[in-house]
């Protein structure tokens, strides 16, 4: 069975800055990517970042410039490093990994989400 564990929840003001990680564990055969998506109140869910197990980044372009998306694969964790928090940044984010538990197919999983919140 795989878990994602987020953490990183918070209440920021506007220009803030806050860390959100992200570890899989459990059975784990290899890990394609991990990103993270957010999703406010009355939206849809949307990419915000996703790295590759090769390093790759892809990012949002509303958050391009703000935030920065690592991963730790030996730990099989991602970070998400947001600064210049907006109102607008305001959501869930949902932690998200694309990987296999043995040799066969790659699937996604989900973590349970951690609330960000950006006011003042």
């Known amino acids: 069975q795989v878990q994602l564990v987020e953490s990183g929840v918070g209440l920021v003001q506007p220009g803030g800055s806050l860390r959100l990680s992200c570890v899989a564990s459990g059975i784990i055969f290899s890990i394609d990517g991990m990103g993270w998506y957010r999703q406010a109140p009355g939206k849809e869910r949307e990419l915000v970042a996703r790295i590759t197990s090769g390093g790759g980044t892809n990012l949002a372009d509303s958050v391009k410039g703000r935030f920065t998306i690592t991963g730790d694969n030996a730990k099989n964790t991602v970070y998400l490093q947001m600064n210049s928090l907006k109102p607008e940044d305001t959501a869930v984010y949902y932690c998200?990994?694309?990987?296999?538990?043995?040799?066969?197919?790659?699937?996604?999983?989900w973590g349970r989400g951690t609330q960000v919140t950006v006011s003042s």
């Open positions: 998200n990994a694309v990987l296999s538990i043995d040799s066969g197919p790659q699937y996604g999983f």
